[in-house]
């Protein structure tokens, strides 16, 4: 079996040793800079706006790169301050053609998702990609990207619904681990039948007597799945607990996205990968901690006195600089670029979830991590609900097409 266990002890003993003090950031900006960005930014909302017209949106499907790219590349250089190699990244062709494949294939396989749900997929796909590069495999959507993606939206949403029992939540589990270890299960609403499905083209692409390790991962993952549970409404759990509980889940997602792309992988290369995934599960815990306080879901931020999350922010930030430094076993990591793409991407959505949760931090700390951010914080609140209903009008928009033309799954 998978050492899951090692690898949580080993990010673990580096969680400890990260300090707490405020990290040095290679940008700081002054407020006319600010509102340069925030300039940039209500403009690019204006052309956003403008395709909302028909004949414009179908202008973009036609010639995309004549319209729209440049406009986001743009968007990324003077609001976000990516760098030229970290855009040769984010906007190659490759990365272009797998976002409008996955999106025909979601919207094929899942009519019943809204654009929010493909999204949250898609979220995944462009981390799969980059596993692509790095495990220097084509970069493309198979069916186990495919399906690993379409894994999110469904079981996450359940195991998130808070209309769902505790013990409803634990039966999915269980019928969903049955399925997931190959054995004959029944389905018993529309969602557990789509993630069965999900799993046959697991099958398909990776042979279970082939490649063992690929469904150790995905044990791992649900395992993780099953004792993040323990985590809602649950009091007793000590510090200790919670730790282990959110490096587990964090940590074997990304592990399961690396054997699902490469379907072999060194043990160092195991706990790399599990390293990224507790960095960005302990993202998803400081951008959700006012959610998962309201729920009683304990993580190591929701616990927290209010006020006193910045030196874990601080924290989160060293741990993640060096767990990523432990990517560089992969040959497809030839550079500095692609690493600094993934810290800096991380590091900017940090700052915003700080800004954007201002109540959980003090004056001081809002007032010195706000000098790192290329928009003010008031600014990044004001737009927060109009800039996330545009961004899945245009993602709805841009990837909209007759269902004639759309691939099927």
Request: proline share 4%; with cysteine.
């Amino acid at each position: 079996m998978l050492p899951v266990q090692d690898y949580i002890d080993h990010f673990k003993e580096m969680w400890e040793r990260s300090p707490d003090t405020f990290p040095q950031f290679h940008n700081t900006y002054s407020a006319e800079e600010k509102f340069t960005h925030e300039r940039n930014f209500d403009g690019f909302q204006k052309k956003l706006k403008d395709l909302q017209n028909v004949r414009k949106a179908q202008q973009v499907q036609r010639d995309p790169a004549k319209s729209f790219f440049p406009m986001f590349r743009s968007f990324l250089e003077t609001v976000f301050d990516f760098n030229p190699g970290h855009l040769e990244i984010i906007l190659s062709e490759e990365f272009k053609d797998v976002s409008k494949d996955f999106f025909y294939r979601a919207r094929a396989f899942g009519p019943e998702l809204e654009p929010e749900d493909i999204y949250q997929g898609m979220r995944n796909v462009w981390i799969m990609n980059g596993l692509q590069l790095m495990a220097e495999k084509p970069v493309k959507i198979t069916p186990s990207v495919f399906a690993y993606s379409m894994i999110y939206p469904y079981s996450d949403n359940l195991l998130d619904d808070p209309e769902l029992s505790k013990v409803e939540k634990q039966a999915f589990s269980a019928r969903f681990d049955r399925r997931l270890h190959g054995l004959p299960e029944e389905a018993v609403n529309h969602t557990e039948k789509q993630l069965f499905r999900l799993i046959t083209m697991f099958e398909d692409e990776f042979p279970r007597g082939e490649f063992p390790k690929v469904y150790e991962s995905l044990y791992a993952i649900q395992q993780g799945q099953t004792n993040s549970l323990k985590m809602i409404a649950q009091n007793g759990l000590s510090d200790d607990e919670i730790c282990t509980i959110c490096f587990e889940k964090g940590g074997a997602s990304v592990l399961a996205d690396g054997y699902l792309v490469a379907g072999e992988m060194t043990r160092e290369q195991e706990q790399a990968l599990f390293g990224y995934g507790v960095y960005l599960q302990l993202l998803d815990d400081i951008q959700d901690v006012k959610e998962d306080s309201l729920a009683s879901t304990k993580t190591i931020f929701s616990c927290l006195p209010e006020k006193d999350l910045g030196r874990y922010v601080n924290k989160t930030i060293h741990f993640g600089r060096e767990a990523l430094e432990e990517m560089r076993c992969f040959n497809g990591v030839k550079s500095d670029d692609f690493l600094g793409l993934m810290n800096r991407s991380i590091e900017m959505m940090t700052v915003e979830s700080v800004g954007l949760n201002h109540t959980w931090y003090s004056n001081d700390y809002l007032e010195e991590i706000e000098k790192v951010s290329p928009l003010h914080f008031d600014y990044l609140r004001k737009k927060r609900t109009q800039s996330k209903s545009q961004r899945f009008a245009l993602f709805q928009k841009y990837f909209d097409m007759p269902k004639a033309k759309q691939k099927v799954a």
